[in-house]
């Protein structure tokens, strides 16, 4: 269903603070530095009002705006994160431990910094103050390609334990460990509501506590942790069903909200 242009640009005028938020929140989950987190802000705009305010015109009103919002602003992120940073993407593992160590990747793999280095910059630039140790955990939980790339350079010299076969098995079985799982949650938020598949995605892709989810989709918390209750019940039969071990589950749900 399009909107008339004039009709798309009031709309869009009306929806600004909801976009700003949207787009605050979006660059806070990733650790945006202060500059790209403005860089990303103008790309959204310019995305929203380009070919006559088209994707503003494209709503159908099948979900909430704000919903709807979310979903095209994460996505924007997304492609903004590639334009950035070129054909380089994070490891299946960074990507399971979510934006710190996404970053601290980013800075070890593509840009070859030094482990120090890197722990300066994700302090500096992004303001991400984790503790060096749990920063070389993270650092030795990357796959082996990460870890053969700076052995010479002593990157990891506080990190526990060096390569070893039986550690890129277990590397291996993890990346396709999850693989499995991302690939059954795609197929889960198909068959959901556009608020619910959201509220999926802000959890297991972005990360987001049950209170972020709430001020992002303007969700009282109460209602919201029993929804996300009866998503994550489903989720996990899905999983069980396409032969996800019980105990692999567990673990995947352990960590709490708050």
């Given at each position: 269903m399009l909107v008339p242009t004039q009709s798309a640009e009031d709309t869009f005028l009306k929806l600004l603070p909801a976009i700003e938020r949207i787009t605050a929140f979006v660059t806070r989950r990733h650790h945006a530095s202060a500059d790209e987190a403005q860089e990303f802000s103008s790309y959204v705009n310019e995305k929203l009002i380009e070919n006559?305010?088209?994707?503003?015109?494209?709503?159908?009103?099948?979900?909430?705006?704000?919903?709807?919002?979310?979903?095209v602003i994460s996505n924007q992120f997304h492609d903004f994160r590639n334009r950035e940073w070129g054909?380089?993407?994070?490891?299946?593992?960074?990507?399971?431990?979510?934006?710190?160590?996404?970053?601290?990747?980013?800075?070890?793999?593509?840009?070859?910094?030094?482990?120090?280095?890197?722990?300066?910059?994700?302090?500096?630039?992004h303001g991400i103050t984790v503790d060096r140790d749990e920063l070389g955990r993270i650092a030795a939980s990357l796959p082996v390609r990460f870890r053969r790339r700076t052995e010479s350079e002593d990157v990891l010299r506080d990190a526990p334990a060096p390569d070893s076969a039986e550690r890129a098995v277990l590397?291996?079985?993890?990346?396709?460990?999850?693989?499995?799982?991302?690939?059954?949650?795609?197929?889960?938020?198909?068959k959901l509501p556009p608020q619910d598949a959201q509220i999926l995605a802000l959890k297991f892709e972005d990360g987001a506590k049950v209170s972020e989810i709430a001020a992002t989709l303007r969700i009282g918390q109460k209602p919201l942790y029993e929804r996300l209750k009866r998503l994550l019940k489903r989720l996990?039969?899905?999983?069980?069903?396409?032969?996800?071990?019980?105990?692999?589950?567990?673990?995947?749900?352990?960590?709490?909200d708050q």
């Open positions: 006559d305010y088209g994707v503003i015109r494209r709503f159908e009103g099948r979900s909430s705006v704000e919903t709807f919002l979310v979903t054909k380089w993407r994070p490891s299946a593992a960074a990507r399971r431990q979510g934006p710190v160590a996404i970053q601290l990747e980013r800075y070890l793999v593509r840009d070859g910094l030094p482990f120090d280095q890197a722990a300066e910059a994700l302090a500096s630039n590397d291996e079985e993890r990346r396709l460990l999850w693989d499995r799982v991302m690939k059954v949650l795609a197929q889960e938020q198909a996990r039969f899905a999983l069980a069903a396409a032969g996800i071990d019980e105990a692999e589950i567990r673990t995947l749900f352990r960590e709490e």
